[in-house]
């Protein structure tokens, strides 16, 4: 498994001082998303994760508040809101590149684009157009969302 493999070379990141309250995680207790899923652009990236969650995973909508730090009544109106957008199930018609742990859109200071953009930047060392061929995305968005995120990881005094 490829991408278990990529993931478990950058679980440095999970015990990185930002993150330090994971440390006595083990990798078999983080969930994983495979990026893929964001590539879709009708849906906003906290519908995208709430949906992947809560039809692949089978995960409660307690459970998907707790680990994205949201009410459940946000997760609710997130994932119908994805029903209404897109009513079928994902479709992976490539194979994962790239496993994203879960944890990343925890913190609310970031939004959740902000969030992956900087993960796959950070620890990927990933170019913003790569990112943006991952994301379906506009390479300057992704400059932009990278930059935002820098700017509010500064201000927050985590940089």
Known sequence: ???LERAEENISFFYSQEYNQYEKL????????????FNNNSLSSLETVTKY????????FKDIAFFLNRSQK???????????????EFDFDKKISFLV???????RSLSFLEALTEYLKENFNLKYCQIAALLNRDQRTIWTVYQ???IKRKKNGKY
């Open 1 to 3: 498994m490829k991408e």
């Open 26 to 37: 083990s990798l078999n207790e983080i969930i994983f998303i495979p990026i893929e899923i």
């Open 53 to 60: 969650l809560k039809e692949k995973l089978n995960y409660r």
């Open 74 to 88: 946000t997760v609710w109106d997130a994932y119908n809101s994805s029903r209404e957008k897109m009513n079928s």
């Open 101 to 107: 742990p879960l944890f990343i859109f925890k913190d």
């Open 148 to 150: 935002r995120a820098k």
